[in-house]
């Protein structure tokens, strides 16, 4: 078994990590959560169309003909704007989780490997007629059992 990864965090540290994220979200009170019927009707501006939108929101500001008016040219900006930050936010933001989500599969894996084989072991013993054995690999047993299948052959 390879021990790739060996983190301690103090209850400090986990404290300050989630209180950041916490500010994260106070920082940004106007986040919204939208329904799914919303998300799949509402347009969206993707890296293609921004240009597009940029375009747009230029030539309005230039001539009175196209320009829809002052407050919705400004407005239309301001979300404009909103949204290219949030769109670098996000790519950060999922950086982060990719690493988080990868740092706690290895984390995750790693502890379930060590506790496979404290089970297997135990079922050695319990074979062996080491006394006291048979409640552990009763308990582990269960526990094992009710576990989702994983990737690797289960310890038998």
Do not use: C, H, W
């Amino acid at each position: 078994m390879e021990n790739r990864i060996d983190v301690v965090l103090t209850k400090e540290t986990e404290d300050q990590i989630l209180q950041r994220v916490s500010d994260l979200k106070k920082m940004m009170p106007f986040l919204i959560k939208l329904s799914a019927t919303d998300r799949d009707t509402m347009p969206m501006i993707s890296d293609g169309r921004k240009p597009f939108v940029e375009k747009a929101y230029d030539l309005a500001s230039r001539s009175a003909i196209i320009n829809p008016g002052a407050n919705m040219v400004t407005t239309g900006l301001n979300d404009l704007n909103l949204f290219s930050f949030l769109m670098s936010l996000e790519n950060e933001l999922l950086q982060l989780l990719e690493m988080v989500r990868d740092t706690r599969q290895l984390a995750g894996g790693e502890a379930y490997e060590v506790a496979r084989y404290v089970y297997s072991k135990a079922k050695m013993e319990l074979k062996m007629g080491t006394p006291g054995m048979q409640t552990i690999v009763d308990e582990l047993g269960k526990l094992y059992k009710q576990g989702p299948a994983t990737a690797k052959e289960p310890v038998k």
